[in-house]
Every structure is written in C-alpha cells, then in structure tokens.
C-alpha cells in the first residue's frame, strides 16, 4: 500500500516562496504520475499541477506563472514551489498519486499553509 | 468558479436514496474524459469514491454508484447512513489550453 507523508513550512508572509516535499513510501509505486492539489478554507479542491517519474510537468494554466514542481526518485521525494504567495493562497496542500483514468488514488495527509 | 458545477447541498433521511450531480461542457466531460467521485469527511484526505465514471475501489460499498451521459456525472447512494454525511467531489480533465485537471465545486451530503 502506497503511503505518502508530507511536510513544509506552514506559516508564510506575502510575498515568501512556499516550499513543500511530499515522500512515497512503498517498496514499488504503482504509478509514476504524481499531482499536487489544495483546498482553501471553506472551498472545493483545485488541482496545481502534475509531474511524472521523468520530470515531466503540467501545470494549472493560472498558477504555471509560480509553480515548479521536481521529483527526486532516489529519495522517493516530489517538491512543490509556489513563489510570490498571498493570502489568496492560503490553503490545505496535498500530495497525491494518480491512479487509472487519472484519479487520485492515494493522498497525503495534508499540509496547512497560512500566508499572513 | 469550478469548472465542473455541483449543487451546493443535497440531503436525504437514513435508507434513502440520494443523487449529485456533476455538470460540465463539452470541452471536459462531454469529450469523453471519465469522472470520479470523491468522499472528503472533516479533517481527513479526499478519498477516492468512484472511478472511471462508474467503478468502485476495493472497500468501497456497491450503495455508491455513478453514471456519466452527455456533458453531465451523477453519483448515487442508496440505503443512506450517517456515516456517509461528508463533502463529495467530481473530477475530470478538460482539453482547454494544454489540457488539466478540473474538479467541481463539491456537494455537502446532509444525512437528516
């Protein structure tokens, strides 16, 4: 069963560059696409972006302005930067894996981030 | 402003049956890209409820299921129980600009 733990840095000014890594536990991942979503207080999902096991990225056309997304296979490591953030981006940030058709099979647990 | 439109709130007495629905256009659902469907209960992790369009995961009771036809998903609970009071979630893809991922607004489940 696939795990994924995230961690970052919770608390942010505007203008500060959030910097979030999500780990993949599993002796074999079964998929080689990971997405990066969040979900604001008190609102519905919105998906950021996608990577893949080669580097390969896709990002949501109004963030692609301020992410970068990487992946670091050797330690089973996904990263996620959002530059230049504001209160607007104030959110729950999780990491997950795609599964067939392109849904999210598997999650982490989450990572609140608050910009003041 | 979600891409994909479901009704705010939907609600239904214990062993009842319930239906969502998930709207969209012809550029996301009505060009054939499948659906899924997602639980979030408070403080958890969306859980992945349905997949393509009408397929459950492993654990999943068979009182879910969903349907997809034209521009439009729906989702399905039967038998109702207080435990399936939660927010629920449609997602898709859409050929816009390179193409990405959409999710709808999501639909609070109130079981009376």
């Known amino acids: 069963q696939v795990h994924l733990q995230q961690w970052g840095a919770g608390l942010l000014k505007a203008s500060e560059t959030l910097s979030l890594t999500c780990a993949v536990y599993d002796g074999s991942s079964r998929s080689y696409y990971w997405s990066w979503i969040r979900q604001s207080p008190g609102k519905g999902l919105e998906w950021i972006g996608e990577?893949?096991?080669?580097?390969?990225?896709k990002y949501n056309p109004s963030l692609m302005s301020r992410v970068t997304m990487s992946v670091d296979l050797s330690q089973n490591h996904l990263s996620l930067s959002l530059t230049s953030v504001t209160a607007a981006d104030t959110a729950f940030y999780y990491c997950?894996?795609?599964?067939?058709?392109?849904?999210?099979?598997?999650w982490g647990q989450g990572t609140m981030v608050t910009v003041s | 402003q979600s891409v994909l439109t479901q009704p705010p709130s939907v609600s239904g007495a214990p062993g009842q049956r319930v239906t969502m629905s998930c709207t969209g256009s012809s550029s996301n659902i009505g060009a054939g890209h499948e659906v899924h469907w997602y639980q979030e209960l408070p403080g958890t992790p969306p859980k992945l409820l349905i997949y393509?369009?009408?397929n459950r995961p492993s654990g999943v009771p068979d009182r879910f299921s969903a349907s997809k036809s034209g521009t439009s998903a729906s989702l399905a609970i039967t038998g109702l129980q207080a435990e399936d009071e939660a927010d629920y979630y449609c997602q898709s893809y859409d050929n816009r600009l390179s193409g990405f991922v959409v999710f709808g607004g999501g639909t609070k489940l109130t079981v009376l």
């Open positions: 997950a894996e795609h599964g067939s058709g392109g849904c999210f099979t598997v």
């Open positions: 990577i893949d096991h080669n580097g390969e990225t």
């Open positions: 393509g369009n009408n």
